[in-house]
């Protein structure tokens, strides 16, 4: 009886919030994700990535990320934890030192983030979501 009554008041307070309330389903990192880090002055220059994730509903992510420079492609595993609005992110293939890229959500479909490892060293990237 106790807990109706307790969920009873709150919903006079939740409908006050109205689109204010932080909808969890909006900052998943559940998608398909770009963007491009280490960007010079010369076109083309930089290094692309693509991840492909999945988040379960305990917030574990898994995945894989595609790294592209001009002639050459590296397919990455991809694991970590997602406590909104920060993730981390652990990128890893065989051969190659940890790739970490650390996010903050800036809007549902856009976060900042930085990669750290494997020859980045608090490197930005932004990435955006192309697909759900």
Not at 71 to 91: A, I, K, R
Not at 119 to 128: D, K, M, N
């Amino acid at each position: 009886m106790r807990a109706r009554t307790a969920a009873l008041l709150l919903l006079p307070l939740l409908a006050a919030c109205g689109d204010d309330i932080i909808r969890p389903g909006d900052y998943t990192l559940q998608g398909t994700w770009a963007g491009t880090a280490g960007q010079g002055e010369a076109a083309g220059d930089g290094y692309g990535f693509t991840f492909v994730l999945e988040q379960s509903a305990r917030n574990d992510v898994t995945g894989t990320a595609t790294v592209v420079v001009p002639g050459s492609t590296l397919e990455l595993d991809v694991s970590g934890d997602w406590e909104y609005p920060t993730f981390e992110l652990v990128l890893s293939a065989h051969d190659y030192q940890d790739l970490v890229y650390r996010g903050n959500f800036e809007a549902a479909d856009s976060i900042d983030g930085t990669l750290t490892g494997s020859g980045f060293s608090s490197e930005p990237l932004t990435i955006l979501r192309t697909a759900p």
